[in-house]
């Protein structure tokens, strides 16, 4: 299931952030994170896509020698408000096998 959802989500997400006036960013610019959801019976990925240099500003610290602090956006959601194009949404329906609901936190 992973794999197909990987194999669409560059095409999609570069679509959405094309239509972002000044976005600057491309679906290779972000680290992603993916949860599972059942919606009315729907099996579902949401996908919540972080720009690389938040994750690597904020979870990399002098002090991280054994790497706890930078891995930790691997093992908790990263929630973020009123950030543009730092941070995008998007779900992925499996019995549908589309993307829908692409949006960004905040203002542009």
């Known amino acids: 299931m992973v794999a197909e959802l990987e194999s669409g989500l560059g095409a999609e997400p570069d679509r959405q952030l094309d239509a972002i ?6 679906p290779q610019d972000y680290h992603r994170q993916n ?3 059942l919606i009315g019976g729907r099996r579902v990925s949401y ?12 979870f990399a610290q002098d002090n991280d020698s054994d790497h706890s602090q930078r891995d930790l956006w691997t093992k908790n959601p990263v929630v973020l408000s009123d950030c543009g194009t730092l ?8 019995a549908a096998k589309a993307f829908d609901k692409f949006a960004v936190n905040g203002r542009l």
């Not at 006036?21 to 491309?26: E, F």
């Not at 941070?87 to 499996?94: A, L």
């Open 35 to 37: 949860a599972g959801l």
């Open 47 to 58: 996908v919540n896509g972080i720009q690389a240099g938040v994750v690597e500003r904020d």
């Open 21 to 26: 006036p000044n976005a600057g960013a491309k």
């Open 87 to 94: 941070t995008f949404g998007i779900e992925y329906d499996f």
